[in-house]
């Protein structure tokens, strides 16, 4: 009989699945530890989530305590107390704009519920044309059906018959082919979604676009929707990037560091006239997910907020991302490196063309865990990163760029 390795692991082929050297056995701080015994500095947070590194135990006992109490407690129909105090604080950390959290269990699954909240907003308010989501070419809003058909990453969506009919896609600086679209279909429009960083590449969205996009829904009545599921929580150097648009998104998306990795949480934020349209017309979302807002992941939701404003974690990612100017300054000057780009704790460096991979994998045998990107090598490290990671990760990454000269 043939010995199969019992997990379908993401994004590999299966003749890479369970390898030793990427099979983790433990996380502490900024490091992971390797079935082979390796320990490698990780540079990715997790997948962006593991904000304040590996292993806080002051949100571990706050999930635990909360499992203890109510191990399970739902929101169909009802609801319950740790639900409201992580709204409640959520809501503080977001700013006076929003009146409303509905809970979800990833970026992808918000952006699931968002696209059916968007919808179901105009639709309330007597427009049901307005059905059409507009998303940025190259961005990344999660795999599952919603948002892979958002996703604007050729990634496969034909084979998947994945359904794109209500869905356009615009350059992240063509603030001309967005205006185009909206002459066509403005009044179709249900909302644009912008995420601050482009999640695949770390490009920045210009702030001349988000400033095109304010006065564009001015005209045309569209919600505003940013997706912060990357960017959230400090990410950046702000607690949220869309803190510093011109206007305040309608909708604001947050998961990743919303638990700092510990629970499948997200949750979309929704401004007080999206809550007021619901209520006059007392109109029922049809959204839930069993495991969403549950007590473990509010409790969550709750200590990481807190371990936020104890660590100064925001102040300390703005201060890091000064010290990242100077690294990637320091690895351009490397001849296989083009340039750096991102924002905050939220960077890549470009590569001369079709070396990402090796990069990444030179970097990983260099002891530091990197993601490879279109054109780059993305550096996503813990916000609370000290000088001597970022100096091991300085001299990883040039070890790996002199490897892959070679």
Same mark, same amino acid.
């Given at each position: 009989?043939?010995?199969?390795?019992?997990?379908?692991?993401?994004?590999?082929?299966? *003749?890479?699945?369970?390898?030793?050297?990427?099979?983790?056995?433990?996380?502490?701080?900024?490091?992971?530890?390797?079935?082979?015994?390796?320990?490698?500095?990780?540079?990715?947070?997790?997948l962006?989530?593991?904000?304040?590194?590996?292993?806080?135990?002051?949100?571990?006992?706050?999930?635990?305590?909360?499992?203890?109490?109510?191990?399970?407690?739902?929101?169909?129909?009802?609801?319950?107390?740790?639900?409201?105090?992580?709204?409640?604080?959520?809501?503080?950390?977001?700013?006076?704009?929003?009146?409303?959290?509905?809970?979800?269990?990833?970026?992808?699954?918000?952006?699931?519920?968002?696209?059916?909240?968007?919808r179901?907003?105009?639709?309330?308010?007597?427009?049901?044309?307005?059905?059409?989501?507009?998303?940025?070419?190259?961005?990344?809003?999660?795999?599952?059906?919603?948002?892979?058909?958002?996703?604007?990453?050729?990634?496969?969506? @034909?084979?998947?018959?994945?359904d794109?009919?209500?869905v356009r896609?615009?350059?992240?600086?063509?603030?001309?082919?967005?205006?185009?679209?909206?002459?066509? !279909?403005?009044?179709?429009?249900?909302?644009?979604?912008?995420?601050?960083?482009?999640? *695949?590449g770390?490009?920045?969205?210009?702030?001349?676009?988000?400033?095109?996009?304010?006065?564009?829904?001015?005209?045309?009545?569209?919600?505003?929707?940013?997706?912060?599921?990357?960017?959230?929580?400090?990410?950046?150097?702000?607690?949220?990037?869309?803190?510093?648009?011109?206007?305040?998104?309608?909708?604001?998306?947050?998961?990743?560091?919303?638990?700092?990795?510990?629970?499948?949480?997200?949750?979309?934020?929704?401004?007080?006239e999206?809550? !007021?349209?619901?209520?006059?017309?007392?109109?029922?979302?049809?959204?839930?997910?069993?495991?969403?807002?549950?007590?473990?992941?509010?409790a969550?939701?709750?200590?990481?907020?807190? @371990?936020?404003?104890?660590?100064?974690?925001?102040?300390?990612?703005?201060?890091?991302?000064?010290?990242?100017?100077?690294?990637?300054?320091?690895?351009?000057?490397?001849?296989?490196?083009?340039?750096?780009?991102?924002?905050?704790?939220?960077?890549?460096?470009?590569?001369?063309?079709?070396?990402?991979? @090796?990069?990444?994998?030179?970097?990983?045998?260099?002891?530091?865990?990197?993601?490879?990107?279109?054109?780059?090598?993305?550096?996503?490290?813990?916000?609370?990163?000290?000088?001597?990671?970022?100096?091991?990760?300085?001299?990883?990454?040039?070890?790996?760029?002199?490897?892959?000269?070679?």
């Open positions: 009989m043939t010995s199969r390795h019992p997990v379908w692991e993401s994004l590999i082929p299966p *003749s890479r699945y369970g390898l030793p050297d990427r099979h983790a056995v433990a996380a502490e701080g900024t490091r992971i530890r390797f079935a082979d015994g390796s320990w490698a500095l990780c540079a990715t947070s997790g962006w989530n593991c904000n304040l590194g590996y292993g806080n135990k002051n949100i571990a006992e706050a999930v635990a305590e909360a499992l203890t109490n109510a191990s399970y407690l739902t929101l169909f129909r009802g609801g319950h107390h740790l639900a409201v105090r992580a709204a409640e604080a959520l809501l503080d950390v977001c700013g006076s704009s929003f009146g409303r959290v509905l809970y979800s269990t990833s970026g992808g699954a918000a952006n699931d519920a968002m696209m059916k909240l968007v179901h907003f105009h639709a309330v308010r007597g427009d049901d044309r307005r059905r059409v989501v507009v998303g940025l070419t190259g961005s990344y809003h999660g795999l599952t059906y919603g948002s892979f058909s958002l996703t604007g990453e050729n990634l496969g969506q @034909q084979v998947y018959g994945v794109q009919r209500a896609h615009v350059g992240f600086s063509d603030e001309a082919e967005l205006t185009s679209l909206l002459a066509r !279909e403005g009044h179709r429009v249900a909302a644009v979604v912008l995420e601050p960083v482009l999640g *695949s770390a490009h920045p969205v210009p702030e001349s676009f988000i400033a095109a996009v304010a006065r564009l829904r001015e005209e045309h009545g569209f919600l505003l929707v940013a997706d912060e599921v990357a960017t959230g929580f400090g990410r950046t150097g702000r607690y949220f990037a869309s803190s510093s648009w011109p206007v305040a998104p309608d909708v604001l998306i947050t998961s990743k560091g919303l638990t700092n990795g510990t629970c499948a949480a997200s949750a979309v934020v929704v401004s007080h999206i809550c !007021e349209v619901f209520e006059r017309a007392d109109a029922v979302l049809v959204h839930g997910e069993t495991q969403a807002g549950t007590p473990g992941s509010c969550a939701i709750l200590a990481t907020i807190e @371990q936020m404003h104890e660590l100064d974690a925001v102040a300390t990612a703005a201060r890091n991302s000064v010290k990242l100017d100077a690294l990637l300054d320091r690895v351009s000057a490397h001849p296989l490196v083009n340039g750096h780009r991102g924002s905050g704790c939220f960077r890549a460096i470009t590569l001369q063309s079709g070396v990402s991979a @090796q990069v990444t994998e030179a970097a990983r045998k260099a002891g530091v865990i990197v993601q490879p990107g279109p054109d780059c090598v993305q550096l996503v490290p813990a916000l609370t990163y000290g000088d001597d990671e970022l100096a091991e990760l300085e001299s990883a990454l040039l070890t790996a760029l002199d490897e892959v000269a070679r």
